[in-house]
């Protein structure tokens, strides 16, 4: 099975993909970055350092914090932006791709089995 992946270069050394992506669905879901991390299954400090490095690319933020007792933190109008073009690219690639996919795919040939198996 072949697939794709997606990502987005913003230089000079940053890239948006799949994973970002996916970390801004959950802060946006969660209302937290560290109950995103957890979903995620990776530590606070990785998940703020990947959201720094998108708030760096673009010059402003992608998520804010909350205020209040137990504090959070919520998507700008920008990390809903990432979230809602990134998807409608991909889906864009993948329709257009898939078939192209699907053939080479159907090319890999199985490594032939030997007689001690």
């Known amino acids: ?3 794709l992946r997606l990502y987005l270069s913003i230089e000079p050394e940053t890239r ?11 802060v946006g879901a969660s209302g937290s970055i ?3 991390a957890r979903t995620l299954g990776m530590t606070y400090r990785r998940a703020w350092e990947l959201i720094h490095h998108m708030n760096e690319a673009f010059g402003q933020p992608v998520i804010t914090g909350t205020t209040g007792s ?3 933190a919520e998507l700008t109008d920008l990390g809903r932006e990432i979230i809602t073009r990134y998807r409608d690219i991909e889906q864009q690639v993948l329709k257009a791709a898939g078939p192209h996919l699907a053939a080479l795919s159907a090319r890999i040939v199985a490594p032939a089995r ?3 198996e």
């Open 1 to 3: 099975m072949i697939s």
């Open 16 to 26: 948006i993909g799949s994973g970002k992506v996916r970390l801004l669905e959950e």
């Open 34 to 36: 560290s109950a995103a």
């Open 70 to 72: 137990l504090g959070g």
């Open 114 to 116: 030997s007689n001690d």
